[in-house]
């Protein structure tokens, strides 16, 4: 399917720096149900924009915020130690506040059904979105530190414990070989997930980051299996 992108501006809560977003959709007319996408710490990267672009060829609107919008405009980093540093600061200012106005002007900007892709700690932003949004589907990547209060989204409890509040259908991707996730870790989350409406994969044999194809942790068997997944979440419950 042929699609367009474009960067657009959107205001939140009146404010007169408003909040960029890269937007990525058919170029048939729509209107299209809408997909957010979540960032990993390293911003609005080429490949974030190019998971947007992959999901828009769904037949999707894939909208990807700037939750960095506060520090700066359009962040991309690089993929380095210092990017990670530079990205955990970075994420020191992003709270459970600011991401609930940002979404909310998102989610009245662009029209629904609505749903949600993260990816690493944009997995926990879209978690963490499930629990206050009345998104129909979401798929979260590996979402970083969900059981414990790191970065200020697990503030003051964590993310996990806000489960309840999800009302949609709910797809978690891991790898057990994942840096950010003990077994024991991954036993609390699928715990809480009891009586939600859930898949919860574990990847043998497989990293955090088995998705992004730019880097030496791409696993394409996972990888493609997950966006299988993704695509079938999404058409099940976005229509």
């Known amino acids: 399917m042929k699609i367009e992108n474009h960067w ?51 037949g999707y609107t894939a909208v990807v915020p700037d939750f960095y919008h506060r520090s700066g405009r359009r962040i991309a980093l690089p993929t380095t130690a210092e990017g990670r540093s530079r990205g955990l600061e970075l994420l020191s200012h992003v709270t459970r506040d600011t991401v609930d106005r940002d979404l909310q002007a998102l989610l009245s900007h662009f029209p629904g059904p609505h749903g949600m892709v993260g990816l690493s700690v944009g997995g926990h932003l879209a978690y963490y979105a499930a629990t206050r949004f009345p998104l129909a589907a979401v798929a979260t990547f590996y979402p970083g530190w969900l059981t414990d209060d790191t970065i200020p989204l697990g503030r003051p409890t964590p993310t996990v414990d806000l489960t309840p509040g999800i009302k949609g259908r ?18 609390q989350i699928a715990a809480r997930l009891d009586g939600i409406d859930h898949d919860f994969v574990v990847y043998p044999d497989t990293p955090h980051g088995f998705f992004c194809h730019e880097r030496d942790t791409y696993r394409p068997a996972a990888a493609d299996d997950a966006f299988a997944r993704v695509t079938k979440l999404l058409a099940d419950h976005l229509g």
């Open 170 to 187: 709910l797809l978690f991707l891991v790898g057990d070989g994942d840096h950010l996730f003990t077994p024991a870790v991954l036993d």
């Open 8 to 58: 657009l501006d959107v205001s939140v809560d009146g404010s007169a720096e408003p909040m960029s977003a890269y937007v990525a959709q058919p170029a048939e007319p729509g209107p299209h149900p809408t997909v957010l996408v979540g960032f990993e710490m390293f911003g609005i990267t080429d490949y974030v924009r190019a998971v947007a672009d992959r999901i828009a060829a769904l």
